[in-house]
């Protein structure tokens, strides 16, 4: 029987692994021996922590693991990253990580590294760097030779990225982006002067219907995925702002999508906007102003700044803080010595 208490993780988006429909002569069988035997290269232990992260699904719904199949059910097996269409390799990149133990580890992300393979992007991602990070230590209890991804941030954020060493640690720490209970605090640099010193932008993130690759706000709720930031200001720097964002979801683009809705684009992100002088005056010397803070900032102004979560085997509350990248934080002083100055 599905059951209510578990649900699709709703704090990101989950991609099916497997799908499989169910014969209609299928006696009632438990889901995990009868997966056993459909997948290949699967345990029962694998199928049962799948279950307990609220990724196996039928019919659409989460169940537990001792679900009896019925004919013409539907099977899915979803994760928090899509399928990989490469194998892993492993490739001498440098990562800085911030925290390491037997069961979990915390890196510091550089801009410019996508997380995972995927199109058009099959090498150099932090798990290639993962891989080879294991194999020079010789982590034995690292299952999979690279790690196991629990949430994401996009290629040109950077910031803390916390990653699972075994299945087991996996799936508690899913259940926790479920619960909603890790705390993820951003930085960015946003266009304009925010009229209120703190908000909450509430809006539903979906695909743009015109550009795929844009997530747009659908305010009436029609369609998209229910997502809510909150923002504090921490510093007017005269035509930008420097703000914090504490996120109550996870959805994609979800900081640089609410922020273009509410009129404030994050500062050089091209793909929402914020890439043109959207505030400021016409004098050239202002324009070449800016366009020096681009070059130094060649990137969307946002970085994963704070991570606080639960250790999945200790039970121990862990907290890390990263300080500002440096390239932001180069903008940031530009700005604060511009603002200065325009203030005289």
């Known amino acids: 029987m599905v059951t209510d208490e578990t649900q699709i993780p709703a704090s990101q988006e989950w991609y099916e692994h497997h799908r499989i429909l169910v014969d209609p002569g299928q006696a009632s069988l438990r889901i ?9 290269n699967v345990s029962r232990n694998k199928i049962q922590n799948a279950a307990k992260a609220g990724s196996l699904l039928v019919n659409d719904k ?19 990253h899509p399928p990989r269409e490469t194998e ?87 259940k926790q982006f479920f619960d909603h209970s890790v705390e993820r605090v951003y930085h960015a640099i946003a266009w304009g002067d925010f009229e209120e010193d703190e908000g909450t932008i509430d809006g539903n993130l979906g695909r743009h219907p015109r550009d795929r690759r844009q997530m747009t706000v659908f305010p009436d709720g029609s369609a998209g995925k229910h997502a809510v930031s909150h923002y504090k200001v921490i510093e007017r720097l005269g035509y930008v702002t420097l703000v914090e964002c504490r996120l109550e979801t996870g959805r994609t683009h979800q900081i640089r999508a609410h922020f273009k809705y509410i009129g404030h684009p994050l500062f050089n992100d091209e793909r929402y906007g914020g890439n043109l002088i959207l505030k400021g005056t016409t004098f050239t010397k202002y324009r070449q102003f800016v ?4 070059k130094i900032l ?47």
Not at 32 to 40: A, H, S
Not at 112 to 126: K, R
Not at 291 to 294: I, V
Request: proline share 5%; hydrophobic share 40%; net charge neutral.
């Open 291 to 294: 366009q020096n803070c681009f």
């Open 62 to 80: 989460p169940v537990k693991v001792n679900y009896k199949v019925r004919p013409n059910d539907v099977i899915s097996i979803v994760m928090p």
């Open 32 to 40: 995990d021996k009868f997966l056993v035997n459909r997948i290949v």
């Open 298 to 344: 060649p990137r969307q102004a946002l970085h994963a700044k704070t991570l606080g979560f639960i250790h999945p085997v200790t039970g121990e509350k862990l907290h890390f803080d990263s300080p500002l990248a440096e390239d932001m934080q180069a903008v940031v002083e530009k700005w604060r010595n511009y603002a200065a100055h325009r203030e005289m």
């Open 88 to 174: 892993i390799v492993a490739q001498d990149i440098p990562i800085e990580v911030v925290y390491e133990d037997k069961d979990v580890m915390v890196v510091n992300k550089p801009a410019g590294m996508v997380v995972h393979p995927a199109h058009a992007n099959y090498d150099g991602t932090l798990l290639n760097a993962l891989a080879h990070y294991f194999k020079q230590q010789g982590k034995q209890e690292v299952e999979n030779g690279f790690g196991y991804l629990v949430h994401r941030i996009d290629k040109d954020t950077s910031g803390l990225l916390l990653v699972a060493k075994n299945e087991v640690a996996q799936s508690h720490l899913a």
